[in-house]
């Protein structure tokens, strides 16, 4: 079965905004065995509107809207799908009794407009709005589905899964979907997919989708089958191969972010972590804390920026700086171990590095970083030339400092 | 004039992908004066292809279609604009010597798929691909220019901006667009809103976007007149009074980040930070030397995730720790006047608070924030509550830190 979903709102027909209802809406659909063909974006335009609502109409069995549901006259998608339905739009006076109600249990006079809202398109289900005032509408016709939801995100979720979802598992074939997601650090997306796009390239079913940011990149598989055996065997015949090739460079089976990973391998050794940033400012430290219960393995760590503050605060050498400068081997290293020392922790992790646009040599161009790693039994330093612009030099170099550590406690077990 | 933007390709259909060239290239088409009045997005199937395209073309004047050019059998946007105009698909020798040479040149034999590039739309021109191989078309129909550009960003952008800017000057008829983005910190959207809108509602034109973040909010407004005068005195007319009844709330009217303004104020005044951060573990740093050339003002700073971190690294004593907690106004106070002190800056900054989800206790609830600032002239802080989950209250809180400095600095002249 095919759906075609349509966003309705000229605010989204802005340089500034993206559609994201769609997103929800396309992973539900997809769990259901439901394939979405195609997205609209319509402003608030009658006629638009309705072009598209007959085209969606014509050709997929499940067609769902957004926004357009409120009192303004702006909010026209009622207008638009009774005129592309050729049906009439009926008042129902007790949906505009219980929208007063509704504003004078607020203490609240109910605005005239309001009234719009208790227009129903003749033959249709009303859908009972629980976080808002807009009600929804099912509505079905010549084979189609369609579904009329309000446009904040938190009110069409409640809507969809409440009253949506157990009607369209009525209407669509039942379907098992099974799903695997596979997290690689530190590899270039091109890469990757030239070492596994001549395994996934064979298969349609399970769909592989790879996403790329800095550094980080996920492999989505979906499984769509008849029983959960079939899916899951599926998802094993392609993913075992593409485990075996990318070997330890996967971090998570799970979904995982690597900074979660790293701190759960830190909280099973009892070990304490902390950090020496120099080029990443505080990211690194962000990252490590943006996971809830960090507290139990992060002690927190240093931010030196400048040359005297690594000097003052990781009693790194100014000889040493001098003779080899801040982005070298011997600071990253000397970083990581004064880090170590005096925060007391069991690692320290070390950045120091070029994000330019500024700062490059001869022999040091925009993109080389160094991580230094002070643990138990010694210090170890990575170097790495980083492509592209200052935020993603900064976001691939705590990737790699986040791998490197996974790697070195996976390693020591 | 109006336009309608087609992305074509199937892997923009799943739950994790968005369409993002239509933004740049909404962004470019209002800068023209024309509107974009719809946008789809369209998987690898002919006949749906097909079907869009005819709407579109029936009812805007220009249609700009970006992906599905390549040389795959996957690659459908030429035939389907063909079919969807009636017009035949001419093979073009010459574009498939000149590929053969790229490929040549790379010491690579070209596949024989990729000669599936050298067909054009009966009529149509020829837009050269300078950054990739699939070249684009510009074809007109019926009072309609449709144009057939590549999916990579940066080859759509380069081809854009080169072979269709210049066309569609030809054809759209001249207007004036003048912009004015105001940046606001530390307010909600709703009271912003609440206290603004009587102001903008009265206007179409200028065209008012609110966007807000955490604790950060950016108005856009875009006039479109017969001449710059005109323009200008419009968006005075609106900004005026937005601009009183929101006062010293506004930290930018240029579209600089508040880190960068707040930079600046510190350049200015050849004064120097640090930072402190607990809840935040680096977030402020972060986002301070995300600025390139931050080095200049920013020295570096403290992440003091656990109590021990606070006293060793800040001087917070373990007394002050016991009586007040961690996440209190004198603990803010000394923390900013310990980081003032060990990194020898004119300024610094703390942060301490309850990012949640767990951490809180009767009297400090989840988002309980309480921020420092040390400077030459004594230290204060300031207490705030804010809602959300744990990355919003972090970065609201970044916000606060951010927005503080500068209203002293300002205030301090």
Known sequence: MNAEIVAVGSEMLTPERVDTNSLYLTAELNNLGVEVVSKYVVGDHLERLAGVVRLAVSRSEIVILSGGLGPTEDDLTRDAVAAALNRQLVYHPEIAEALEQRFARLNRKMAEVNKRQAFVIAGAEILPNERGTAPGQWVEQNGSALM???????????????????????????QVIRTLELRVAGMGESDLDQLIAPVYKKYQ????????????????FRAQ?????????????VSGPIEVLLGD?????????????????LLERRATLTVAESCT???????????????????????????????????????????????SQPVAEAMAAGARERAG??????????????????????????????GPSGSEVL???????????????????LDFLRRTLTRRG
């Open 205 to 220: 079913n399970p769909a592989t989708t790879i996403l790329a940011g800095a550094g980080d990149i996920q492999i989505h």
């Open 383 to 401: 170097q790495r030339q980083v492509f592209g612009d200052r935020e993603r030099i900064r976001m691939f170099a705590s990737q790699l400092a």
């Open 148 to 174: 009329l939801l309000p446009g904040p995100p938190h009110e069409l979720k409640a809507m969809f899964e409440r009253q949506c979802l157990p009607r369209l598992a009525a209407i669509v074939p039942k």
């Open 281 to 327: 400012g505080g990211l690194l430290g962000e990252r490590l804390t943006s996971v809830p219960g960090s507290s139990e393995y992060f002690l927190g760590g240093f931010i030196t920026y400048s040359n005297a503050l690594k000097t003052e605060l990781l009693g790194v050498s100014a000889e040493l700086l001098a003779q080899h400068g801040a982005v």
């Open 345 to 374: 922790a069991t690692y320290a992790l070390s950045i120091t590095g070029i994000a330019g646009p500024g700062g490059a040599t001869d022999t040091k161009p925009v993109g080389t970083v160094f991580i230094g790693l002070a």
């Open 249 to 265: 460079r996967i971090y998570s089976r799970t979904g995982d972010s690597i900074e979660a990973v790293a701190g759960k391998l």
């Open 225 to 237: 089958c008849a029983s959960p055996a079939e899916a899951e065997a599926l998802l094993c015949e």
